[in-house]
């Protein structure tokens, strides 16, 4: 069993940034394929990044490549998701998965087997 437990998650104003932070622990492969995922009320489950942990190379989504930055601490078993020029599109609650084992090129929700319990972030204007 793994587990994922993430925080740094809060109130933010627009424009500034936030880091994410998730430690894994539990029974973990010597490689695993780590992501952070977001969701909001009205919208499904949303892929951010993912990195493979035995290099640290990292995929982005369309959609925030060049605003978040995702990376780890192999040491301390923790990503990290860094946040830049935050807008309310941004407000949603964020997720931090694990598939056990190597990262694949095309990766969705229904891979990851271990997840975290989310933490809010909210981006006032």
């Known amino acids: 069993q793994v587990q994922l437990v993430e925080s740094g998650g809060g109130l933010a104003q627009a424009g500034t940034s936030l880091r994410l932070a998730c430690v894994a622990s539990?029974?973990?492969?010597?490689?695993?394929?780590m992501a952070w995922f977001r969701q909001t009320p009205r919208k499904k489950r949303e892929p951010l990044a993912r990195?493979?942990?035995?290099?640290?190379?990292?995929l982005y989504v369309d959609s925030v490549r060049g605003r978040f930055t995702m990376s780890q601490d192999k040491a301390k078993n923790m990503v990290y998701l860094r946040m830049e020029n935050l807008s309310s599109e941004d407000t949603a609650k964020y997720y931090c998965?694990?598939?056990?084992?190597?990262?694949?090129?095309?990766?969705?929700?229904?891979?990851?087997?271990?997840w975290g319990q989310g933490t809010q972030v909210t981006v006032s204007s």
């Open positions: 539990g029974s973990l492969e010597w490689r695993n394929c």
């Open positions: 990195l493979a942990t035995e290099d640290g190379s990292v």
């Open positions: 998965a694990l598939d056990p084992g190597q990262c694949w090129p095309s990766w969705y929700e229904g891979m990851f087997d271990y």
